[in-house]
């Protein structure tokens, strides 16, 4: 009974502090979105990698310095979106259903469907350059972001009762199917991060995107849909190592980079959601790769107290984001398996205990002796809400 206190406690407290912010917040790889910067690096992909990076890993918060502008992530509302979903469902409590819609009509209104002629969404209101040199931009939209949308408004639609959302939705769907889903080198099918990224495969990324197309089957009977996600299910299978883990993406010339933190969680947790629609000769497979992938995230990237590792075998930094996609992913495993049951408890705990700030907000990141206290909106803020109303959803019959 203390425990579900001081979890109701928590997201009550971030709930406000979210509030009292309006969702304007910093992200850990805003750095161009300074009026300073851009000037700085002269157009050189070198420098803006090197100045997201700096700016990302400093545990001093050199962005007012820098004159880097807080902005509302489109990625950030779609998770507080899924969150308010579940706190109404549990609570009745009008406030999360006035939430709800308002996060949903700032989804619709940031929708690139007057570009593509679908609708779809791009993440960030800031460009990024990534460490490969590729660009991301409030222009590009991508798969990760127009899946967490479509999951919103699939979930916004029970509570809601807006066919304009659930339109949305599915027209998200047409999106994914005629811009990013493609053939691999071997004749698989998968999605494409986003429409530029012709030169590497992103795993999680179909994983994503059959999350979100499992959603909208949980409405429509669709031919379509059911080959689709079929198709997603089996590339998710046969990437997986046989240790349990996935790569995080292999490029057309063969490098292959190995990154193993919070999105094994998102690889999990999507086909956790494919699991009741596996046809009959694919069941088995689903629930072994399953269990392999779940072993592998317990038992190698968590330590039994709760924390997670940054990218494993790498310990430090404890991340947020890695610790609010245990909370997620061990929660809905519970009921697959019920020996998840305490450990997504001991994560909750333990963040709470360890990287809540009494005002309310997370702690980006955790070092051995010291912390990085900057309060990113997206990376710890949406993330640790949807992750603490997903923990409550799986334990509210407790």
């Given amino acids: 009974m203390m425990q579900k206190k001081m979890i109701l406690e928590s ?22 979105n300074s009026v300073l910067i851009p000037k700085l690096c002269l157009g050189s992909p070198n420098l803006e990698i090197l100045a997201t990076q700096l700016n990302k890993y400093s545990i001093v918060n050199f962005r007012p310095l820098l004159k880097i502008e807080k902005g509302i992530d489109v990625k950030g509302m779609a998770l507080f979106a899924q969150a308010y979903s579940k706190m109404y469902t549990l609570t009745n409590d009008e406030k999360y ?13 940031k929708s690139l469907v007057s570009v593509y002629g679908h609708n779809c969404w791009a993440g960030h209101y800031y460009n990024y350059r990534s460490a490969d040199k590729s660009i991301l931009s409030p222009n590009i939209p991508d798969v990760i972001t127009t899946s967490n949308v479509i999951k919103a408004a699939v979930e916004s639609y029970t509570i809601l009762k807006r066919d304009d959302l659930i339109e949305m939705a599915k027209d998200g769907y047409e999106f994914l199917i005629n811009f990013l889903l493609d053939k691999s080198q071997d004749g698989q099918l998968y999605l494409k991060y986003n429409p530029l990224s012709d030169d590497k495969i992103v795993i999680n990324a179909s994983a994503e995107g059959l999350h979100a197309i499992c959603k909208l089957m ?9 080959e689709t996600s079929y198709n997603l299910a089996e590339f998710l299978i046969k990437t997986q190592n046989m240790d349990g883990s996935w790569i995080y993406s292999k490029y057309n010339s063969g490098k292959v980079r190995v990154q193993l933190d919070f999105h094994q969680g998102f690889i999990v947790d999507s086909l956790l959601e494919y699991l009741p629609f596996a046809t009959s000769n694919q069941r088995d497979r689903v629930i072994s ?14 330590f039994q107290d709760g924390r997670c ?14 610790q609010a996609q245990g909370i997620i992913t061990f929660s809905k495993l519970t009921p697959f398996n019920n020996e998840f049951s305490d450990f997504s408890t001991q994560i909750v705990l333990w963040t709470i205990l360890h990287m809540q700030d009494s005002a309310g907000y997370f702690y980006y990141q955790k070092y051995r002796f010291f912390q990085n ?25 407790k």
């Avoid at 997201?11 to 850990?28: A, E, H, R």
């Avoid at 949980?218 to 059911?226: G, I, Q």
């Avoid at 790769?289 to 968590?302: A, H, L, P, T, V």
Wanted: overall charge positive; proline content about 4%.
């Fill in 11 to 32: 997201i009550k407290s971030l709930y406000q502090w979210v509030k009292d912010q309006n969702y304007y917040g910093w992200d850990p790889y805003d750095a161009l």
């Fill in 97 to 109: 259903k006035l939430d709800l819609l308002n996060c949903m009509l700032f989804l619709k209104e």
């Fill in 218 to 226: 949980h409405l429509f009977d669709d031919k379509n849909l059911k």
């Fill in 289 to 302: 790769s399953i269990q392999n992938g779940s072993k592998f995230y317990k038992e190698k990237q968590f």
């Fill in 309 to 322: 590792h940054f990218r494993y075998p790498r310990e430090y930094p404890i991340d947020i984001h890695n």
């Fill in 373 to 397: 206290k900057i309060p990113h909106m997206r990376w710890g803020q949406a993330w640790m809400m949807l992750a603490l109303a997903t923990f409550l959803e799986n334990r509210r019959d």
